[in-house]
């Protein structure tokens, strides 16, 4: 009963919440369940969609192929977000990619169901318009920060997110696991600057590290480097 829709938790952390228990049957009754193994893709950029995924659980990395062929990692989404409904909604390509960092279980909801609910329930629109604004808002803060900020501050920052937005293990490290390559896509930066800046924050005993897990060992000396203190 779990995996309905209707009786789903991690419906309460997207717009999913705002709708009515017969619109949520209907998605229910025709959504597919799947399981992404870690390092598999759910959908590649310039991909037409033909639904969106609600992440039940495990983590993924958006990501976005500049013009020289590098990656930059725009988002990670996690349990309770929904993927692609803004290629769906514009009608559009994808123009970012979507590669599980740990094994996933997601719900595919057919393209049909989401529309339907966009044209009838005006609850739902808001809710996904909230949504999309608040990834915009987002954006803009990475250009920002790209623009204006130094490596040290933007892997600092990035460390900061991750420990806020996602569980501990019971070691107290950061629970989703970034390569280093990974998190100089996020930072916007070479691997070997993330890494020397990594090395240096351990060093300094900001963080302690255990393979590709981070710690979080001095959060002031952490928030002073954001703040270019």
Same mark, same amino acid.
């Given at each position: 009963?779990?995996?309905?829709?209707?009786?789903?938790?991690?419906?309460?952390? @997207? &717009?999913?919440?705002?709708?009515?228990?017969?619109?949520?049957?209907?998605?229910?009754?025709?959504? %597919? /369940?799947?399981?992404?193994?870690?390092?598999? &893709?759910?959908?590649?950029?310039?991909?037409?969609? @033909?639904?969106?995924?609600?992440?039940?659980?495990?983590?993924?990395?958006? *990501?976005?192929?500049?013009?020289?062929?590098?990656? !930059?990692? %725009?988002?990670? =989404?996690?349990?309770?977000?929904?993927?692609?409904?803004?290629?769906?909604?514009?009608?559009?390509?994808?123009?970012? *990619?979507? %590669?599980?960092?740990?094994?996933?279980? #997601?719900?595919?909801?057919?393209? @049909?169901?989401?529309?339907?609910?966009?044209?009838?329930?005006?609850?739902?629109?808001?809710?996904?318009?909230?949504?999309?604004?608040?990834?915009?808002?987002?954006?803009?803060? #990475?250009? #920002?920060?790209?623009? !204006?900020? /130094?490596?040290? !501050?933007?892997? =600092?920052? $990035?460390?900061?997110?991750?420990?806020?937005?996602?569980?501990?293990?019971?070691?107290?490290?950061?629970?989703?696991?970034? $390569?280093?390559?990974?998190?100089?896509?996020?930072?916007?930066?070479?691997?070997?600057?993330?890494?020397?800046?990594?090395?240096?924050?351990?060093?300094?005993?900001?963080? &302690?590290?255990?393979?590709?897990?981070?710690?979080?060992?001095?959060?002031?000396?952490?928030?002073?480097?954001?703040?270019?203190?």
């Amino acid at each position: 009963m779990g995996n309905r829709c209707e009786n789903c938790i991690v419906r309460q952390l @997207n &717009s999913l919440k705002v709708l009515k228990k017969e619109e949520l049957k209907a998605i229910s009754d025709h959504k %597919v /369940t799947r399981s992404i193994k870690k390092g598999e &893709s759910l959908f590649s950029e310039g991909e037409k969609l @033909n639904g969106i995924f609600c992440v039940r659980s495990g983590v993924s990395k958006l *990501s976005k192929i500049s013009e020289n062929g590098k990656g !930059q990692i %725009v988002k990670i =989404a996690s349990k309770g977000e929904m993927i692609g409904q803004r290629s769906i909604i514009s009608e559009e390509q994808t123009n970012l *990619s979507a %590669v599980a960092l740990d094994d996933m279980e #997601v719900c595919f909801i057919p393209k @049909n169901h989401l529309i339907d609910n966009i044209s009838k329930n005006v609850e739902f629109t808001k809710a996904l318009l909230k949504h999309m604004a608040n990834d915009l808002k987002f954006a803009d803060t #990475v250009i #920002v920060n790209m623009a !204006q900020k /130094t490596v040290k !501050q933007r892997v =600092a920052e $990035t460390i900061s997110y991750l420990d806020d937005n996602f569980e501990k293990d019971k070691d107290g490290y950061i629970g989703v696991i970034l $390569t280093r390559e990974d998190i100089a896509n996020v930072v916007g930066t070479a691997k070997e600057a993330c890494i020397r800046t990594l090395t240096s924050l351990k060093k300094d005993k900001i963080i &302690s590290t255990q393979g590709k897990r981070i710690k979080i060992e001095d959060e002031k000396a952490l928030y002073n480097i954001i703040q270019g203190i």
